[in-house]
């Protein structure tokens, strides 16, 4: 099954980041090294929010990836939602 984690930023979020960046990136790279992480990225133009897309057999692991995650325990995350995901169109194994 797939998920969705969407990350709302806070305001001003490309100024604050950098502390946290290397971590942050370390710890999606991990997950998209272990087969968890399909893909994720942060949106364009006004950078607001990031989406992360996960194959899992819960939330359970994307749970445990927004508590780990520096940004969010450094508070540069104002919510985040997770979403499981109906593939209809793509890549997505039957």
């Known amino acids: 099954m797939y998920y969705v984690l969407l990350y709302d930023y806070i305001?001003?979020?490309?100024?604050?980041?950098?502390?946290?960046?290397?971590?942050h990136l370390d710890l999606v790279r991990s997950c998209h090294e272990r087969g968890e992480l399909v893909m994720a990225g942060a949106w364009n133009d006004p950078v607001d929010g990031a989406l992360f897309i996960f194959k899992a057999e819960g939330p359970e692991p994307?749970?445990?990836?927004?508590?780990?995650?520096?940004?969010?325990?450094?508070?540069?995350?104002?919510?985040?939602r997770i979403r499981g995901w109906n593939v209809v169109a793509g890549a997505a194994e039957k």
């Open 11 to 23: 305001p001003g979020i490309l100024e604050r980041r950098g502390p946290f960046r290397p971590d």
């Open 62 to 80: 994307i749970e445990a990836f927004v508590e780990s995650d520096p940004y969010v325990k450094n508070g540069l995350v104002a919510a985040h």
